[in-house]
């Protein structure tokens, strides 16, 4: 199971089943898409910070998303534990279970 721990502004909060940083995880299947990790857009999508793989592909070819403090703008970049998304404010930690 992949966890987002969410930090930043708090306020946001996550889609439902994402962690509010208070422990709890996503109760749904992980997307692993085929190989260890799971790719950057599947993420932001799984982890609620877009509605829509579409959406979250726009957001990284615009630049709008850092992984462990750089510009990150391959969609398919596999993200692993201990890795850092900088998105919309947002900061978000991958916790593979």
Not at 16 to 34: H, K, L, R, Y
Not at 54 to 76: D, F, H, P, S
Request: no cysteine.
């Amino acid at each position: 199971m992949i966890v987002a721990v969410v930090g930043g502004d708090e306020g946001r909060g996550a889609e439902e089943g994402a962690s509010m940083g208070d422990g709890t995880s996503m109760n749904e299947e992980t997307p692993a898409g085929g190989g260890p990790g799971i790719k950057l857009d599947q993420f932001l999508k799984w982890a609620g910070v877009t509605p829509t793989g579409g959406q979250a592909k726009l957001m990284i070819r615009e630049g709008e998303v850092r992984v462990n403090g750089e510009v990150e703008t391959r969609r398919g970049r596999r993200l692993h534990r201990g890795d850092r998304v900088e998105v919309a404010g947002r900061t978000l930690t991958v916790d593979i279970e």
